[in-house]
């Protein structure tokens, strides 16, 4: 029934309800123990990852131009939930309009801080880098594409030196994934750390910790 009654606030859904407590402006710092359970959420509901990118697209579009630090933690639960979710959600925020929800927070019109400005598109860089050749999320790389062929330099980042991207098309071995699972705690990582894929996710893709 939440679905149903959250079907036009995507803050009214229970993935919507935690991505809004874990990107309020008012932490003091980012909530991994909140992003953590976004994930879970996203990965063990059939319907949460599609809510979740509804609730990013929300959030996002209530706080830009108002409170960056609220944009930020957006950004960043975000990026949590693309290292620890799998191919469920990364075709949902390789959808077109939702990457040009992002572009467009970037633009001269919200000219929001130079920090917001180099995380969204480290996001995209590092997206279209982790999901190349992968037919069903090449939107990423062609926005990526579009904006270099548009000048827009984006940040110095050694992808060859980066963490290991595990896409659905190269999955991990099982044993690997069990190992990972067996490893990773509910606590509050740093960025540096991320779970292992969830069992309801066998595809999850493990991606590079995000610059801040």
């Not at 409170?67 to 799998?86: D, F, I, Q």
């Not at 927070?105 to 997206?127: A, F, M, R, Y």
Request: one cysteine or more.
């Amino acid at each position: 029934m939440a679905a149903i009654f959250g079907h036009g606030n995507p803050l009214a859904t229970p993935v919507g309800q935690l991505i809004e407590q874990a990107t309020d402006g008012l932490h003091a710092t980012e909530n991994w123990a909140l992003y953590m359970e976004v994930c879970d959420v996203i990965n063990e509901t059939d319907e949460g990852p599609k809510d979740a990118v509804r609730a990013f697209r929300k959030r996002l579009s209530q706080n830009v131009g108002k409170n960056y630090t609220a944009v930020m933690y957006c950004l960043t639960c975000m990026e949590s939930c693309v290292k620890n979710c799998g191919r469920r959600f990364h075709i949902q925020v390789a959808n077109k309009d939702f990457l040009h929800d992002l572009i467009k927070i970037i633009g001269p019109k919200n000219d929001p801080p130079q920090v917001v400005q180099e995380k969204i598109l480290s996001i995209i860089q590092t997206w279209a880098d982790a999901f190349r050749g992968n037919a069903e999320l090449k939107e990423v790389e062609k926005v990526y594409q579009e904006l270099k062929q548009k000048g827009i330099e984006f940040p110095m980042t050694d992808l060859d030196n980066l963490a290991p991207i595990h896409t659905p098309a190269r999955s991990v071995p099982e044993s690997e994934q069990s190992h990972a699972r067996s490893g990773s705690t509910r606590g509050a990582p740093p960025p540096g750390v991320v779970r292992g894929p969830s069992p309801a996710e066998p595809g999850a893709t493990t991606l590079p910790a995000a610059g801040g």
